[in-house]
């Protein structure tokens, strides 16, 4: 079990859901968009609990600040302690 944690911060919560929302109007099924998120987060938890500090250093957006990509999309985080905060998330051909 790892010591770290992951959590959202509320804009990342809001990206999220805006990437939900997006999907939605591409008339996909609920389960599908929910399995898509699903698989973001299990992502997360195999890469960032196993090796936290393994995203690209980001000194542009901040000290500390982190990013790695899965299916175009980058997530930004940083370490605060035993926790890592996602603190947005973003897909890599939108501004």
């Given at each position: 079990m790892s010591e770290y944690r992951i959590v959202f911060s509320p804009r990342a919560q809001q990206r999220l859901a805006e990437i939900a929302n997006y999907l939605y109007q591409q008339n996909l099924s609920q389960r599908f968009v929910l399995d898509y998120l699903q698989r973001f987060e299990d992502w997360l938890n195999i890469l960032l609990l196993q090796f936290p500090e393994s995203g690209a250093l980001m000194p542009a957006f901040g000290?500390?600040?982190?990013?790695?990509?899965?299916?175009?999309?980058?997530?930004?985080?940083?370490?605060?302690?035993n926790t890592i905060e996602i603190l947005t998330v973003y897909r890599e051909n939108q501004p």
């Open positions: 000290k500390d600040i982190r990013r790695v990509i899965y299916q175009q999309y980058s997530f930004i985080y940083r370490l605060n302690g």
